[in-house]
């Protein structure tokens, strides 16, 4: 940003660039114009309800602390009520500093939190699973086995504390760096279901939402900055194991190259997305564990038995296992 680069409104120092707007705003002009956004996106897509339990799915990042925040601070005008639903994945040197990050702001905001543990649900730690997955030559990343078990602790957990919708920290970057991994993989049923919210949940599902769905990443970090909403610079060490890692380089790098590249990209997914059959739907109970799933036995289930033994036994053995996931289960 220029040294000379004034607010399009008001003519105060600005300090933002804003793409969206094709122009800078200053400190007050930028808040309230993302504070507006993203309450514009939750009442067009009218993505909660007056009446709404909403538990916000929240990790410590500057994503996740930011939709609690603006969650809560809406929470009167919208008539819901707003609670935090965090997961210990037991990953030593990050999260403990991301939920302390959670613990601080949750205390200003008076908002509830619940945690949930990976060594609770599924009797092992990230960290450990990580361990047996380097045994075994790393035919799974880290990040799947940690994404699937997440989203079924969270799942559970805001069903069981009665939420009737699950609010995400995802942003447009997101979404951006989703759609072009689904893309390289030639993942439609991905494309497809990514979109602001789930269609309608299904039995056991709570609805997913995104409220931060049409901001950008640096927005996010602008308005946290400004409004003292604070979470350490740590990452998690998994990170480099994961495609998004480059991808999320590439994309920066094109925005730079060519500003507005995100949000054609997020176009072009939403025109993809209408254009694109719905993929056959119903959910069913996982034979094991009882949790809603798309296959007989739910996806964390069968990480569970890949990496314990003991577990893989009482499910039939690894071989049932090993047919299962060549069934593409
Ligand atoms: Fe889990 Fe991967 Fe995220 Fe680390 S980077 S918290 S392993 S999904």
Redesign the pocket.
């Known amino acids: 940003m220029g040294r000379t680069a004034r607010c399009f409104v008001c003519g105060s120092k600005a300090v933002a660039y804003v793409p969206y707007l094709g122009d800078y705003l200053c400190r007050e002009h930028f808040v309230e114009y993302f504070e507006r956004r993203v309450l514009e996106t939750l009442k067009t897509f009218r993505l909660v309800e007056p009446g709404d339990r909403v538990a916000v799915a929240v990790?410590g990042g500057k994503d996740s602390l930011t939709t609690l925040y603006l969650l809560k601070r809406f929470s009167g005008e919208l008539g819901i009520e707003v609670i935090g639903v965090a997961v210990d994945?037991g990953?030593a040197g990050?999260r403990e500093y991301k939920l302390k990050a959670l613990a601080d702001l949750a205390e200003r905001l008076g908002v509830r939190i619940f945690i949930g543990r990976f060594e609770d649900y599924f009797g092992i730690t990230?960290d450990e699973a990580v361990g047996v997955l380097k045994e075994k030559g790393f035919e799974y990343k880290?990040?799947s086995v940690?994404?699937v078990f997440?989203r079924y602790v969270m799942n559970k957990l805001a069903r069981e504390l009665g939420a009737t919708k699950l609010a995400t920290g995802h942003n447009l970057d997101d979404e951006v760096q989703v759609f072009i991994m689904n893309a390289l993989k030639a993942h439609i049923e991905g494309v497809v279901r990514e979109g602001i919210a789930s269609a309608t949940g299904g039995e056991g599902l709570v609805p997913r939402i995104k409220p931060l769905y049409f901001v950008t990443e640096k927005e996010v970090l602008t308005y946290t900055l400004l409004k003292g909403i604070q979470t350490p610079f740590v990452e998690?060490?998994?990170?480099v194991?994961?495609l998004r890692h480059p991808v999320r380089h590439w994309v920066n790098e094109v925005e730079d190259e060519a500003p507005g590249f995100k949000y054609r990209v997020l176009a072009v997914k939403e025109l993809a997305r209408k254009a694109l059959p719905e993929p056959p739907g119903g959910v069913q109970k996982c034979v094991v564990c009882g949790e809603p799933s798309s296959k007989p036995v739910c996806k964390a289930c069968l990480f569970r038995a890949y990496l314990d033994p003991e577990f893989a036994a009482k499910l039939g053995g690894l071989k049932l296992i090993s047919r299962l996931r060549d069934e593409g289960v």
Do not use: K
Request: charge should be neutral; hydrophobic fraction near 25%.
């Open positions: 990790s994945e990953i990050y990230l880290p990040c940690c994404g997440r998690c060490p998994y990170i194991y994961a």
